[in-house]
């Protein structure tokens, strides 16, 4: 069974929001060309703003449909998302394509860890899905921010395998894959 | 999804229950292009699933399947430790069974089956408890077999038979593994509750070469009826259409295995299994009140019926070695008891002397199952279980004299009578006003032990004494039937001994199984975290 | 932040050394001996001594072969055996190689795995020794709580197995000194066990108030009082209102995300007021904001038998690990060190903090 076969697509933006001036930094997790991550100076303290955030997780692969990103299922938007350098506190709101979509926690997980492993330390993340979108809600998101469920899914290999397949693309943030 | 009347998944604290929800995968099978058209689900109030189409200018709206697990699903994944109680049952219920025997066509037609009821003892006794007066056994199975007898069974059997043929290889079996004495042989585990024999296959590999090979009785019974009664009427298996009714639902995980499954005739030895609870629900449906007597013509049954065993509810396993041991043995023998904890008793046998020749336990319910797996992993100096143990202080094996020679395991706390598809007290809402102490847990130990009571009490025996010698008759029975299944070469035939090669084939075959280890085969999308 | 409270915590030992995030700590209440345990996989020990501030050293490191992360560390109360909580869903028991000669000595002994403890389905969570020692106590995701009985030669039989959660079982806690345990769930609740000699265990309570997962559960050190700490960012307070019954009496708030670990302890060091009824010990809390708060209570005067006990913060801390969460807070049992609190946080150190005077 599907979960939802024939999902609605929408137009990727075209503007990529990317900011220029990244070093280099090679991720144990991640392999792809370039940054992925948004790096603290030594001693100062870096802002960002959802744009960036949008940028780090808008070309996830939907885990059902590997061809398309989460951006383009309209899964994850810029203005869905919240941040505050001040609390240090990020706050993603994603929507499922459809409301008994059984992904939804991979969903949820996979722009969970891209996050961990790209922003820095300092932000604390909540992530739910977009009130009203899932029949599931309460459940979805209490199991995404229960970050010792999170800890134990990152040792199951079935589950990285998965992740690691919807995040290969992660670091295209927007553009298209023949780039 | 709905389950049968007499399960509520809460009646099963310390039953093996699932431990996870279903992780049967959902694969997707054609992937659509993008852009194909758009369509959205939609769920109606009563729970089913629509694919509406968004794109053409008339709407169209398409019911969507649920996805279905069979048994057979259940028996392949160790996502749940047994699925049975917690997983849709459409090919086994009685809803099936009222389908098949409405859909066979009149006995003179060609594809005819014949519809062969067979029950269980703690069936019997479930149902007897749920009576207003205590009714004997007997009495019981003379309603049903009227019950049955209107819906089209050609034939009413109560397992006991099939349970006495079950004893009699397993002491065959025991007395095989005592003589090897290797490693894996002794101590020697019951087979007949497929909760059990489940949960071992999924979680505790280790445990399987332990396991006796010998048949369940509801799957003598299958053998019995499919091929030895079979013969007798002229009909070949897939012509015999072979329903038992059960205390437990893993039984119909059991009747699923392929090992039972006839290759040759496409067809099983154990067709539908229904349980107490659905059995009864089938009779109200009906309107056929157990409570009042029928004409009972006493139709000669070719297998002998409703025979005791004493020892123990969950079939005797224990009590059948002990009195093979002790009727064997060249000097008197004494049994002690020991009880430690409830549903946990240590029987030994010793000799004048005082020596222990034997250790015995019974053990029921998942706690005392889990005390068990440990103890004989440690006995027999096998790993238990999968962790990670690379560090453990290498310890050294008990001596013989310490660990079990034989244990009767069964998964449900308070053995068989007390299975998961057995009634649950009182019988129904409108009818009997039993006064059931109010918490739960006593509820169901006394309701437990009101069972076991109508299980017993049909014969007068207030506790069940040593077992009986057997009768010639039924001797002689079961000899033939052995004889007749395996066709050995030499004349005399007994149960205790070898036959030629070909015939202990074909024994094999008929009253032993096998088991194999179930791995875990999760897809990453179904993973639940 | 709290400039005017009366006490202040100072960090006097920073321990580090794990790898990735440490989830548990443990004081041994015998020896001079902190645990640590982490995603790595491994448990530390560290050294102490001197009084009345100890300085700490490593001890040694174990790597305990679980095939996953070592959630939860734990004690017995004799200090000699040492039990683990592994995501790879089983229980280590751990002892050390000639241990005998201790009176109160750290040996050089390797330690080493006694006995593993299988039957979880999932990734187990908590573990916990009763205070006798003889019982052991173990949780998981698989929703059940187990019940152990320690035999001779480090053998362990299961007594009970607890499916009344329906949810992941986040911790269990035995009291001080009855056969009462507690679980504290992913489902919002806590559940209350005993034993019937004559049956099984089972679950006599069921405590409800909690708008979401608790995290962690200390007893108060005479056993009237219960509290546990929840990602509703709340301590609660149970009190023993009958000899089956806890109600909750009060709500701690002061944490502005999940509190993951609460520890009560019974400090020596002098009171704030004198006029206050009896002392009931120190609340320490601290979570997924970094705060650790430290709650003075004491029984009110003329207090009955619902009535809540008088509680005070005495000391909060920011950033007690930095930028990363606080997973675990534990007052030391030891006289003399009662003013102590160790934490492990996701930086992976370990900090042991002393409680003073402002």
Known sequence: MDYNPNPIIVNPGTTWTRRKTQKERHSLWLSEEGDDSIDADDNEVELIDGDEVFDLIRSISDPEHRSMTLEQLAVVSAP??????????????????????????????????????SLPNRFKVDIKVKPGSHTSEHAVNKQLNDKERVAAALENNAITEVLETCLESAGRRGRPADI | MAFSGALTLTDLNDFITPAQACIKPVEQTNKPEPGAAATEIR???????????????????????????????????????????????????????????????????????????????????????????????????????????????????????ARELALREHVAEFSERKARGGDGDLPMLA?????????????????????????????????????WLGEKWGKRPDQIYHVTVMPCYDKKLEASRSDFYNEQYSTRDVDCVITTGELDLL???????????????????????????????????????????????????????????????????????????????????FRNLQNVVRRVGRSAGVQVGRGAAGRLVPRKREGKGERYDYV?????????????????????????????????????????REVEKAYWDTHGIPTPPASPKLGTSLDEVAVRVLGELCKPRAEAVRWDERMDDEAEERRRRFFRTQYRVVESEVVGLGVKW | MGVDLPYKLSAIAELTGHEDRAWNVAWNPVKPLLATCSADKTVRLYGYSGIPTPTFSFHTSISTDHGKTVRSIAWSPSGETLATASFDSTIGI???????????????????????????????????????????ASCSRDKTVWVWEVQPDCDFECLGVLMEHTQDVKSVAWHPSEEILASASYDDTIKLYLDDPS????????????????????????????ASASDDCTVRIWKRVAEHQWECVCVLEG??????????????????????????????SAGGDGRINIWQLEEAPNSTVNSPPKYELISCIENGHGDSDINSIVWCPRAGYQDLLATVGDDGMAKVWKIEVA
């Not at chain 2, 004409?295 to 070719?302: E, I, M, N």
């Not at chain 2, 053995?415 to 598809?421: E, I, M, R, S």
């Not at chain 2, 809402?429 to 437990?448: C, N």
Request: glycine share 8%; with cysteine.
């Open chain 2, 191 to 227: 087979s007949a509750c497929p909760g059990w024999v489940c949960y071992a296959e999924k979680t505790h590999g280790e445990m399987l070469p332990f396991i006796a090979r010998t048949k369940s009785p509801q799957q003598i019974m299958g053998t019995l009826v499919k091929e």
């Open chain 3, 94 to 136: 751990w002892q050390q190689k000639g241990a005998q000669d201790e009176d109160e000595e750290v040996t050089a002994g390797e330690w080493q795995c006694a006995s593993l403890l299988e039957g979880h389905e999932t990734e187990c969570k908590s573990v916990a020794w009763s205070a006798s020692g003889t019982l052991l």
């Open chain 2, 408 to 448: 009767e395991v069964m998964a449900c706390p308070g053995g068989c009578v007390n299975g998961g598809g057995q009634l649950k007290p009182p019988r129904d809402a409108e009818g009997l006003t039993r006064d059931w102490a109010a918490d739960g847990v006593r509820t169901d130990k006394a309701w437990t």
């Open chain 3, 255 to 284: 944490h502005e995300r999940t509190i993951y670990s609460v520890s009560w302890g019974m400090t020596t060091t002098k009171r704030v007021s004198e006029e206050g009824g009896e002392p009931l010990g120190w609340l320490a």
């Open chain 2, 43 to 161: 769920i109606d109030s009563g729970g089913s699933y629509y694919e509406v189409s968004k794109e053409s200018s008339t709407p169209s709206t398409q019911k969507l399947q649920a996805a279905e697990i069979s048994l057979n699903d259940c028996l392949a994944c160790s996502g749940c430790i047994t699925s049975a109680e917690s997983v849709l049952i459409t090919l086994q219920s009685h809803a099936e069974v009222l389908s098949v025997l409405s859909s066979n066509p009149p006995s003179s037609s060609p594809s005819y089956r014949v519809p062969v009821l067979s029950i269980s003892p703690q069936s019997l006794a479930s149902l007897s408890a749920s009576l207003p007066t205590p009714t004997p056994l007997q009495t019981v199975l003379d309603r049903v077999a009227a019950f049955a007898a209107s819906l089209g069974f050609v034939h009413v059997f109560d397992t006991t038979f």
């Open chain 2, 283 to 365: 009779m109200r449906e009906k309107g056929f009140d157990l409570c009042l007597p029928v004409a009972t013509s006493s139709p000669s049954s070719p297998l002998p019926y409703l025979l005791t065993h004493s020892g123990s509810s969950s079939g005797s396993y224990l009590s059948t070695i002990l009195t093979h041991i002790s009727e064997t043995s060249s000097v008197p023998l004494t049994l002690t008891s020991h009880a430690p904890r409830a549903d946990l008793e240590e029987l030994t046998l010793s000799t004048p002397d005082g020596a222990p020749i034997f250790r015995g336990a019974r053990c029921y319910g």
């Open chain 3, 199 to 226: 049956d099984d265990w089972f679950c006599f309570e069921t405590l409800k108030g909690h708008t979401s997962t608790v995290w962690s559960l200390a007893w108060a050190p005479g056993g009237r009082y219960l």
């Open chain 1, 80 to 117: 869905q998302i919240t941040v505050s350098n001040q609390k240090n506190h990020v706050m993603v709101e994603f929507t499922p394509t459809v409301p008994h979509c059984g992904m939804s926690t991979v969903i949820g997980l996979s722009i969970r860890v891209r996050l961990l492993r």
